[in-house]
């Protein structure tokens, strides 16, 4: 294959995730069909879509992987600058609730896609194993941060749900204001991780 097919091919497949994307999140996993998703992505034919991808299985799990990855990369940014665990922690809260009140279609897809994707015999499309499980790295982090003496003692695991929870549920909550809901989160989960000045 030529490097130019190589580059039609992945911007065919950008342009096809982009487009599952946008119909989830605005008619729902089950009615997404690959004839909507190749009407919203201005392609004549299903069997493009089914050239790219194997099947709806396959589509959904490289449009969560795409929604990641740019969440990633987008918080990676504002994590690499911080200085100490404080700061870093407050750049993940941060840039996540940025992330998500700026792509709520990309979120609301996620979240479709998390509830209501099955196989036949209900096990989920994309399970936590299938990808870099957010809830892991961050307890990852919180145990760094009291390896290196700037957290006190806490079970990271729960503090990693606690929070998860909490900024996954701005994703459920439109009218939310992302800076101000930022602030207290972090205002909230710096104190709760403090060490004890004592």
């Known amino acids: 294959m030529r490097v130019n097919d ?8 950008a342009q096809i995730v982009t487009a599952a994307i946008d119909t989830i999140a605005e008619l729902g996993y089950g009615n997404a069909s690959f004839a909507r998703i190749a009407k919203r992505a201005g ?3 299903t069997r493009l879509i089914s050239y790219h991808f194997d099947d709806k299985a396959e589509l959904v799990r490289a449009v969560v992987g795409a929604v990641l990855t740019e969440a990633a ?3 990676g940014k504002r994590m690499r600058a911080a200085g100490n665990r404080t700061e870093l922690l407050t750049a993940y ?7 998500i009140a700026e792509h709520p279609a990309a979120i609301r ?9 099955r196989t036949d015999d209900g096990v989920p499309l994309v ?38 929870a909490a900024i996954d549920a701005a994703a459920g909550t439109p009218d939310l204001d992302p800076h101000a809901y930022a602030a207290e989160l972090v205002a909230l989960f710096t104190r709760a991780v403090r060490k004890d000045p004592a």
């Not at 190589?6 to 497949?13: F, G």
């Not at 809260?93 to 992330?99: A, I, P």
């Not at 897809?109 to 994707?117: G, L, N």
Request: glycine share 2%.
């Open 109 to 117: 897809a996620v979240i479709e896609i998390a509830t209501s994707a």
């Open 93 to 99: 809260v941060e840039s996540n609730l940025e992330f």
């Open 127 to 164: 399970r936590p194993s299938d990808v870099d499980d957010p809830t892991a790295r961050l307890a990852t982090m919180f145990r760094e941060g009291q390896e290196a003496g700037e957290f006190r003692a806490f079970d990271p695991v729960v503090m990693a749900v606690t929070l998860r």
């Open 43 to 45: 392609i004549s034919s």
């Open 6 to 13: 190589t580059v039609a091919a992945s911007a065919r497949r």
């Open 73 to 75: 990369e987008h918080m």
